[in-house]
């Protein structure tokens, strides 16, 4: 799966399903600097509104940590 595209599910989802419990998602790094390469991986910052956005961004990083 192309990291940019599971970037972008992921954002749907917190959209969906995290509206009102993350006040951001931030996508830093190689990616957005145009310097990534074979073994780059994605980085994300969270900041959370809520106790449920902060379990949310714990969630995801185990969720997501193999890509």
């Known amino acids: 799966m192309e990291i940019i595209k599971a970037a972008e599910i992921l954002i749907e989802k917190i959209?969906?399903?995290?509206r009102d419990d993350v006040a951001c998602v931030v996508i830093m790094g190689s990616y957005i600097y145009g310097d990534s390469h074979s073994r780059s991986d994605l980085d994300l910052?969270?900041?959370?509104?809520?106790?449920?956005?902060?379990?949310?961004?714990?969630?995801?990083?185990?969720?997501?940590?193999?890509?």
Do not use: V
């Not at 714990?58 to 890509?67: I, V």
């Open 15 to 18: 959209k969906k399903d995290y």
């Open 45 to 67: 910052y969270f900041i959370p509104k809520t106790e449920r956005g902060g379990s949310a961004r714990e969630g995801f990083y185990h969720r997501w940590n193999w890509l």
